[in-house]
């Protein structure tokens, strides 16, 4: 499986940005699929993820009610819509996915075995 991660930029406070990751198969059918970021000096965290079955999303709590993570079968991606951006949004950006990732784990880096190379999202004025 080959994640490749693309849509970051510099966008202001309070703009939008998408985040894609382009798949090397159907859109990683029967995968979970997360979105994870790390800032300068801190560790990686979660940030959205998609079950295996297509049918739950999780939100870490820091970006829930700004951040929507989809799947376009059509693109073979998993986008992230970010809006109401904030200047500790920034960021590099990273998509993973694994087929075997348990639920309860679904935060947790380690859970997932295939990672794309990152895209950085700069928020400032």
């Known amino acids: 499986v080959q994640l490749q991660a693309y849509g970051g930029g510099l966008v202001q406070p309070g703009g939008p940005l998408r985040l894609s990751c382009l798949t090397s198969?159907?859109?990683?059918?029967?995968?979970?699929v997360a979105w994870f970021r790390q800032a300068p000096g801190k560790e990686r965290e979660f940030v959205a993820a998609?079950?295996?079955?297509?049918?739950?999303?999780s939100y870490a709590d820091s970006v829930k009610g700004r951040f929507t993570i989809s799947r376009d079968r059509a693109k073979q991606t998993v986008d992230l819509q970010m809006n109401s951006l904030k200047p500790e949004d920034t960021a590099i950006y990273y998509c993973?996915?694994?087929?075997?990732?348990?639920?309860?784990?679904?935060?947790?880096?380690?859970?997932?075995?295939?990672w794309g190379q990152g895209t950085l999202v700069t928020v400032s004025s």
């Open positions: 993973a996915a694994d087929r075997s990732v348990i639920w309860s784990a679904r935060a947790t880096p380690n859970a997932y075995a295939y």
């Open positions: 198969e159907r859109a990683v059918s029967g995968y979970a």
């Open positions: 998609f079950s295996r079955n297509g049918g739950t999303t």
